[in-house]
């Protein structure tokens, strides 16, 4: 079992900057698809941002393209997803999730980190 915990979420103004966290326990996900998703109020859950632990290409939304960046650190196991230029339309609550391929489904998720942006 993994559990991924996100943090880093919070209020900024428009324009402003927030870098997100997910911890990974109790073992590495080496060999897994990382992805960042979110979900405003009264929307479908959408995809944000996706890497390969291990490293390679990384997948973003033509929305967010150019203003957020995912990442890791292997020796805090940890997957960041740096935002900037943040607009109001990026609030939501911001989801961490792995699966083993990225031919696989999503097995696990986190509990969300609320990001909320001011105009």
């Known amino acids: 079992q993994v559990h991924l915990v996100e943090s880093g979420g919070g209020l900024v103004q428009a324009g402003g900057s927030l870098r997100l966290s997910c911890a990974a326990s109790p073992r590495t996900l080496w060999n897994y698809v990382m992805g960042w998703f979110r979900q405003a109020p009264g929307k479908e859950r959408e995809f944000v941002a996706a890497?390969?632990?291990?490293?390679?290409?990384?997948n973003y939304a033509d929305s967010v393209k150019g203003r957020f960046t995912i990442s890791r650190d292997n020796a805090k196991n940890t997957v960041y997803l740096q935002m900037v230029s943040l607009r109001p339309e990026d609030t939501a609550v911001y989801y961490c999730?792995?699966?083993?391929?990225?031919?696989?489904?999503?097995?696990?998720w986190g509990q969300g980190t609320q990001v909320t942006v001011s105009s």
């Open positions: 890497r390969a632990w291990s490293g390679g290409i990384a």
């Open positions: 999730a792995a699966r083993p391929s990225w031919k696989s489904e999503y097995d696990y």
